[in-house]
């Protein structure tokens, strides 16, 4: 399982430096699409989040637990598809 993570890692790292740069980079061409296209500017966290299939599972029991206590059932059952 370690190789498996160090991979994931990898890849995170490359999309941080993309989301990073592309800005830095091709301002002219993401002013081109904003005319467009309108869009708020991309705000991400530059902190890897790599969890385990248990850690999601936990997570998402949790999230549906609290839609399901909130009466949003709706929205609930759409974490089921």
Do not use: C, R, W
Request: proline share 2%; aromatic share 14%.
């Amino acid at each position: 399982m370690e190789h498996y993570h160090e991979v994931l890692q990898i890849i995170g790292s490359l999309f941080v430096y993309v989301f990073k740069n592309v800005n830095k980079y091709y301002q002219s061409e993401m002013e081109a699409i904003g005319a467009q296209y309108p869009f708020k500017p991309l705000q991400f966290d530059d902190k890897l989040l790599i969890l385990t299939f248990k850690e999601a599972k936990i997570m998402t029991q949790e999230y549906y637990e609290q839609l399901l206590k909130d009466g949003k059932t709706e929205e609930a059952e759409s974490l089921l598809m």
